[in-house]
């Protein structure tokens, strides 16, 4: 693979997964992936229209995400399989500040047949290593609800640190829950 990473394009390998821009292309892929979990991830992600499920509605929505990408406004990366070519998960960035806030929100989603084999700690340490380095972001966060574990765990072997409790925080499954909420802090940043 001689693809890499951008400051608009996201290109991160490591020996079993690739983390990398969701393009326009990708409808199938993840209408695909989501319908195969949409009942495992239900609990975790708000109520979705029949359209989050659809090809079309996914190549729509991936068009404006590629705007995003290309203005260094958000990124939706899809974590896949390097064998397989299978789509395991998917992380995004959102709300990005640049100067004086130089943070984001992160969000992420895995399927349920990888579940607890480290593919979204390696993930999610590929993800966060391009926006700390090619975007210079300082600060990323993300929120996890209470009961959920698994998320909990994975942000603290990244080196995610809770900074508070938010309640009612997001629309989770048509119900107001509430989250945890962490951070973690670029050590390398530096001024342009």
């Known amino acids: 693979m001689d693809r890499v990473s951008t400051p608009t394009q996201v290109f991160e390998v490591d020996d ?3 983390v990398r821009t969701a393009e326009p292309t990708d409808g199938a892929l993840i209408a695909d992936y989501f319908i195969r979990n949409r009942a495992h991830l239900k609990a975790w992600e708000p109520k979705r229209e029949e359209a989050f499920f659809s090809i079309s509605g996914w190549t729509q929505r991936l068009i404006k995400l590629n705007e995003l990408h ?3 406004l958000g990124y939706y990366l899809l974590i896949i399989d390097r064998e397989s070519d299978q789509m395991l998960g998917t992380i995004s960035f959102s709300n990005l500040s640049r100067f004086p806030f130089h943070a984001c929100n992160m969000g992420y989603s895995l399927g349920e047949e990888v579940q607890g084999k480290g593919v979204m700690t390696r993930a999610l340490r590929l993800a966060v290593d391009y926006m700390f380095r090619i975007q210079n972001i300082h600060r990323i ?3 996890y609800m209470p009961k959920n574990k698994r998320s909990e765990a994975v942000l603290e072997r990244i080196g995610f ?3 508070g409790f938010a309640q009612d925080y997001l629309l989770i499954n048509g119900k107001w829950e509430d ?5 973690l802090i670029n050590p390398h940043w530096k001024t342009l």
């Open 16 to 18: 079993e997964i690739v």
């Open 161 to 163: 640190v809770k900074e």
């Open 141 to 143: 966060m993300a929120s």
């Open 70 to 72: 290309r203005m260094g």
């Open 179 to 183: 989250h945890n909420l962490t951070s």
